[in-house]
């Protein structure tokens, strides 16, 4: 069964830290992977899409790296701000079309100031 | 940039009435449009893909008489949710795909989401 795990489920820390947060899958063989935004009542907001054969994506104070063998992702967020306080999911596509994505359950992230 | 939109954004229904939420992609055209939904502490699920001009393919388990999916334009997609329980209560959020948007392949945009109570 393929399924997507996020660690921690929650995040708190003070602003101006470097954070990572985690996310595995346990099938390998994925076509690509994305981290997504989710803040309170609102829709998603793509950050980074990672294809399979990519190692790592940049974004500005955003870095996802992606390491197929082991089954691992990592979105690096330097200088948190408050404004980055929201919920990040991190999503895996298998194959066939884009929009079927195995979500991960989120990590909920609070910057204070 | 390409947005996706989605009405109502939160509504209240009775339970045993329909309700039907629509998503539109308002800047590119959109062959395929797919809907999630999310329980309180739940992945986001994928309930079903959308197709332009025909059937949806639902995922197993969810129930295609109950959630209607009609794609008939290349900017609209709906779901209507048929004799809503109150267990049917949950974040429904659509998304749809914007071929060669960027150099990394297809691009996702999801809508707002839509917050579905039923009493």
């Known amino acids: ?113 | 940039g390409a947005v996706v939109s989605q009405h109502p954004s939160r509504v209240i229904c009775k339970s045993g009435t329909s309700v039907k939420i629509e998503c539109r992609s308002l800047d590119f055209q959109a062959t395929t449009m797919f809907w999630y939904r999310q329980f309180p502490k739940k992945s986001l699920m994928l309930m079903a893909t959308s197709n332009e001009g025909s059937k949806a393919t639902y995922e197993q388990g969810v129930e295609k008489d109950k959630f209607l999916i009609n794609h008939a334009s290349l900017t609209l997609s709906t779901l209507t949710v048929t004799s809503a329980h109150p267990e049917d209560s949950s974040f429904y959020i659509c998304s749809a795909s914007r071929t060669g948007a960027s150099s990394s392949g297809n691009t996702i945009y999801f809508g707002e989401g839509s917050w579905l109570t039923v009493v």
Not at chain 1, 19 to 37: E, G, H, K, M, P
Not at chain 1, 51 to 65: F, M, V
Not at chain 1, 71 to 87: E, F, H, K, N
């Open chain 1, 1 to 113: 069964k393929q399924e997507v795990t996020q660690i921690p489920a929650a995040l708190s820390v003070p602003e101006g830290e470097n954070l990572v947060l985690n996310c595995s899958f346990t099938d390998s063989a994925i076509y690509n992977l994305q981290w997504f935004r989710q803040d309170p009542g609102k829709g998603l907001t793509s950050l980074l899409l990672i294809q399979s054969s990519q190692r790592e994506q940049t974004s500005g104070r955003l870095n996802a790296s992606l390491d197929k063998s082991s089954g691992r992702s990592t979105l690096y967020i330097a200088a948190s701000q408050p404004g980055d306080s929201a919920t990040y999911l991190c999503a895996v596509n298998y194959g066939g079309s884009q929009g079927n994505l195995i979500f991960g359950k989120g990590t909920k992230l609070s910057v204070k100031p």
